[in-house]
């Protein structure tokens, strides 16, 4: 746990509290930060926890609980703990070294410290490092229905737009005005070629391809659906367990979309 410390041991809860006093310019955002940041601090310190009581029953025999047993075994066989990875979650399916996955943790804790300085410093977010993403999306939606100024509408027609940029995250140096900017989306089932901002046919070789930074909005539909728009599931993870957090809007200039709805084209966070 010395690396998570390094990373995340300054952040206390008064260093916290003061940083989410200062983003103050989004309620949803400042309420949404605060979720993660206790989340991810009771998380850690169950993790510091548990390496303790493993600590003393090597000096000291004892009895524990069966949760402790279970991540002391799991450790012991070389394996991720499963009761950790409740905690936490993990940024890839199936993670198979301890050692990479506290890595994987550490580069969450580090965005999440980051995140804490606001949009304005971190203008492009990496949607795989919250805990509950659809909460993420749920601040955009917020701030639309906030922001929108077209008087009396029925708001449960609001719905999420996208727009797959060809930028990647460290091109990004601005927030949008509307929305958000995410990373960390991947394409299964297809390529994406940069240079044209489309998606292509995959090469054999390949399994899945990371997709540029994403601009997220929210509003009404659109009425110029066309059969060339594909309208891509997102999942949490890659075993698309529950219904999809959102759909990108996927555009090819004389590309019928049922081809890509045939090959099951889906995306996922993790």
Same mark, same amino acid.
């Given at each position: 746990?010395?690396?998570?410390?390094?990373?995340?041991?300054?952040?206390?809860?008064?260093?916290?509290?003061?940083?989410?006093?200062?983003?103050?310019?989004?309620?949803?955002?400042?309420?949404?930060?605060?979720?993660?940041?206790?989340?991810?601090?009771?998380? !850690?310190?169950e993790i510091r926890s548990t390496? %303790? /009581?493993?600590?003393?029953? &090597?000096? =000291?025999?004892?009895? #524990?609980?069966?949760?402790?047993?279970?991540?002391?075994?799991?450790?012991?066989?070389?394996?991720?703990?499963?009761?950790?990875?409740?905690?936490?979650?993990? !940024?890839?399916?199936?993670?198979?070294?301890? %050692? /990479?996955?506290?890595?994987? &943790?550490? =580069?969450?804790?580090? #965005?999440?410290?980051?995140?804490?300085?606001?949009?304005?410093?971190?203008?492009?977010?990496?949607?795989?490092?919250?805990?509950?993403?659809?909460?993420?999306?749920?601040?955009?939606?917020?701030?639309?229905?906030?922001?929108?100024?077209?008087?009396?509408?029925?708001?449960?027609?609001?719905?999420?737009?996208?727009?797959?940029?060809?930028?990647?995250?460290?091109?990004?140096?601005?927030?949008?005005?509307?929305?958000?900017?995410?990373?960390?989306?991947?394409?299964?089932?297809?390529?994406?070629?940069?240079?044209?901002?489309?998606?292509?046919?995959?090469?054999?070789?390949?399994?899945?391809?990371?997709?540029?930074?994403?601009?997220?909005?929210?509003?009404?539909?659109?009425t110029d659906r066309t059969h060339?728009?594909?309208?891509?599931?997102?999942?949490?993870?890659?075993?698309?367990?529950?219904?999809?957090?959102?759909?990108?809007?996927?555009?090819?200039?004389?590309?019928?979309?049922?081809?890509?709805?045939?090959?099951?084209?889906?995306?996922?966070?993790?």
């Amino acid at each position: 746990s010395s690396g998570i410390n390094a990373e995340y041991g300054d952040c206390s809860q008064d260093y916290v509290t003061e940083r989410l006093k200062k983003l103050g310019s989004s309620v949803p955002f400042t309420y949404l930060m605060n979720n993660e940041m206790t989340a991810m601090q009771a998380a !850690l310190e169950e993790i510091r926890s548990t390496l %303790l /009581a493993i600590k003393n029953s &090597v000096e =000291q025999p004892t009895i #524990h609980s069966p949760v402790v047993v279970s991540v002391a075994h799991d450790l012991l066989f070389g394996r991720v703990p499963r009761y950790w990875q409740s905690l936490v979650g993990s !940024l890839t399916p199936n993670p198979t070294s301890t %050692l /990479a996955w506290v890595g994987d &943790v550490v =580069q969450r804790c580090s #965005h999440l410290e980051r995140a804490l300085q606001g949009r304005e410093r971190v203008p492009c977010l990496w949607i795989s490092v919250f805990s509950d993403p659809e909460a993420l999306l749920g601040t955009v939606m917020h701030e639309a229905v906030q922001s929108f100024d077209g008087g009396a509408q029925n708001f449960e027609e609001f719905n999420f737009q996208t727009e797959i940029t060809n930028r990647d995250k460290d091109h990004i140096r601005e927030a949008p005005h509307e929305g958000m900017f995410l990373y960390g989306i991947y394409l299964y089932g297809a390529s994406w070629e940069r240079t044209i901002n489309e998606m292509q046919d995959m090469s054999p070789k390949c399994k899945f391809a990371q997709l540029p930074v994403v601009h997220v909005t929210a509003g009404f539909s659109q009425t110029d659906r066309t059969h060339c728009l594909f309208q891509c599931p997102v999942y949490n993870t890659r075993t698309m367990d529950g219904a999809p957090l959102f759909s990108l809007d996927i555009f090819n200039e004389n590309v019928h979309n049922s081809k890509w709805a045939l090959r099951g084209l889906c995306c996922s966070l993790r």
